[in-house]
C-alpha cells in the first residue's frame, strides 16, 4: 500500500515560533509538493521540489521554505509562524512525468 | 491564466440522483484534467482523470465529460449514494515544466438519503 505519511495530524503553536512539517513517501517519485488547504480557496501550492537539494517556489511561498535532502524526504518550514498560517497542510507527490498525486492525510496548523 | 473555476461550492442531492461538478480553465497548454475526493480528516485521493484527446470517460458511476473547445470538463455521479458525501476538487496541469496541478476551490457535496 503506498504512502504519504505526515509527521503530524495536529499542531498547536505561538506566534514567533518556528514550525516544521515533515512529510515522507515511500514511491520513490521524484516530484514532492507542499499545499495549503483553506476553505473557499481550495488547495493551493507553497513549495514544490523535482529532485533532491531542488525546489521551486509555488503560488503563495510566502513566510514558508523548505528542505528536501533525501529523496523521501520533503519539510516544510514557518520560519516565524503567524495567525495567518493557521490552515490546513497537505504534503503530495508524483512521478517525475506527473500524473497521479498521492497525499499525506494532512497536518491541521493552528497558530495562536 | 492558470486558475481553475469549480462551480458550485455545494451540493445537496438525493439519494440516486445526478451530482453533476463543473471546471472551466484558461490556459490551453492543460493536458491532464483529474478530479479529487476528498472525505473529512483525510487527504485527498485521484478519482477519475482525463486527457483531452477523448471527450469522456467513464468508471463506474464516474464520469468526466471534456469540452475542449469549450475549456470546461465536468464531473458526473449517477445514482448518487450517501457514501459519496465528501469535497470533490477539480484540477488541470501541463504535460511540459513539473506537470503541477492546479486544483479549483471545491465542492462540498452532501447525498441525502
Known amino acids: 500500500d503506498v504512502k504519504v505519511t505526515q509527521s503530524s495530524r495536529y499542531l498547536v503553536k505561538r506566534t514567533g515560533e518556528k514550525v516544521f512539517l515533515e512529510c515522507v513517501q515511500d514511491?520513490?517519485?521524484?516530484?514532492m509538493f507542499w499545499y495549503r488547504q483553506d476553505p473557499g480557496l481550495g488547495l493551493r501550492l507553497i513549495y514544490f521540489?523535482?529532485?533532491?537539494?531542488?525546489?521551486e517556489k509555488g503560488d503563495i511561498p510566502e513566510g514558508y521554505s523548505v528542505s528536501r535532502e533525501k529523496k523521501e524526504r520533503f519539510s516544510l518550514i514557518l520560519e516565524s509562524a503567524s495567525t495567518n498560517q493557521t490552515s490546513m497542510y497537505l504534503c503530495a507527490s508524483t512521478f517525475r512525468g506527473g500524473g497521479e498525486a498521492f497525499f499525506g492525510q494532512g497536518t491541521r496548523l493552528t497558530v495562536v | 491564466q492558470q486558475q481553475v473555476k469549480q462551480s458550485p461550492q455545494s451540493l445537496i442531492v438525493q439519494k440516486g440522483g445526478i451530482s453533476i461538478i463543473n471546471c472551466a480553465y484558461e490556459?490551453?497548454?492543460?493536458?491532464?484534467f483529474p478530479w479529487y475526493q476528498q472525505f473529512p480528516g483525510k487527504g485527498p485521493a485521484l478519482l477519475i482523470a482525463i486527457r483531452p484527446d477523448v471527450s469522456e470517460k467513464k468508471e463506474g458511476r464516474f464520469t468526466i465529460s471534456f469540452n475542449k473547445s469549450a475549456k470546461q470538463f465536468s464531473l458526473h455521479i449517477m445514482d448518487s449514494q450517501p457514501g459519496d458525501s465528501a469535497t470533490y476538487f477539480c484540477?488541470?496541469?501541463?504535460?511540459?515544466?513539473?506537470?503541477?496541478?492546479?486544483f479549483g476551490t471545491g465542492t462540498r457535496l452532501l447525498v441525502s438519503p
Open positions: 521540489s523535482y529532485d533532491v537539494k531542488m525546489k
Open positions: 514511491m520513490d517519485h521524484e516530484n
Open positions: 484540477a488541470a496541469s501541463m504535460r511540459t515544466g513539473f506537470q503541477k496541478l492546479v
Open positions: 490556459n490551453t497548454a492543460f493536458d491532464y
